[in-house]
């Protein structure tokens, strides 16, 4: 079979990985993807690195064996933990991360070059993204906050309300000008960075207590524009209209497909979503 007409590979430990198919879905309609859940061991971000390493790697090994063109690691804790390791094994097939896109993006937004960046307890333990701002910009001020009540948040669907924002508040309080609490000063962050994948769901509650000079940024759409550049570069890109998306899952496909059509924005039926074990 040509490579070029196999699915493009999508790992996340959970479902907030479709908010990057989702940006893929509509930068890259003629393309299939192939998008796995690992939903019966999330939260990977208050795991160690070497679980976070043994599981993505899994996850990977079941996408690949299907047959994939690509992978996407569509989770920013298992890209900070464990992408040298995943383009050791696979080193085949091209396997990108949300980290690089999403610190591009946050310095290209940010004019006074002092940048918040929320994720989960691993990601900002690690300091993938510190480092990857630093590399891009060395005279940015980097201002790193785990929000680890995020994750659960998103996986159930509460995206907005009283409590959600104010859980956001008690997260973002100390790092970040809000709304209603005075003028900003030149050293207040003016960029806020979500490095992850669940954390586009709370947008607006974030976006509701935020100050408004205050810029939010996430990788999904900078994620689908390098695996778009990746597939020219490589001349990899589907030769013939595809476009088919399928779902597997580890654990419950019937609240992946609950969850999942949040994430999504769309209805996603639980027939598409298929039962695996890694």
């Known amino acids: 079979m ?23 879905a509509q930068r890259l309609p003629h393309e299939d993807l192939l998008y796995l859940g690992d939903t019966a061991r999330l939260p990977y971000g208050t795991k160690g690195q070497e679980t976070i390493i043994r599981y993505t790697l899994k996850a990977a090994r079941k996408l690949v064996d299907m047959g994939v063109k690509m992978l996407v690691v569509a989770c920013n804790t298992a890209t900070a ?25 946050a310095v290209a937004a ?28 060395p005279e940015a001020v980097i201002t790193g906050r785990a929000c680890t009540l995020f994750v659960p948040l998103a996986e159930e669907g509460w995206m907005d309300g009283p409590l959600v924002e104010g859980i956001a508040r008690r997260y973002l309080e100390d790092i970040l000008p809000l709304t209603g609490c005075g003028e900003k000063t030149h050293n207040e962050p003016d960029t806020l960075l979500l490095g992850c994948t669940h954390f586009p769901l709370l947008q607006d509650a974030m976006r509701n207590i935020l100050a408004p000079q205050v810029r939010i940024v996430d990788s999904a759409a900078t994620t689908a524009d390098c695996v778009a550049a990746e597939l020219r570069l490589r001349k990899m890109a589907r030769p013939t209209p595809g476009g088919e998306h399928r779902f597997l899952t580890t654990d419950n496909p019937a609240r992946f497909a609950r969850t999942g059509s949040l994430f999504l924005g769309q209805s996603l039926a639980e027939g598409r979503i298929s039962l695996v074990d890694l």
Do not use: W
């Open 110 to 137: 940010s004019s006074n070059k002092h940048i918040a960046v929320i994720a989960t307890e691993a990601t900002i333990a690690g300091g993938a993204y510190q480092k990857a701002i630093a590399r891009l910009c």
């Open 2 to 24: 040509n490579t070029a007409a196999l699915p493009i590979g999508i790992f996340d430990s959970g479902m907030g990985g479709l908010t990057v198919l989702k940006e893929l």
């Open 81 to 105: 933990a464990a992408l040298p390791s995943l383009r050791a094994h696979f080193a085949a097939i091209p396997v990108l991360g949300v980290v690089e896109p999403g610190a591009q993006a």
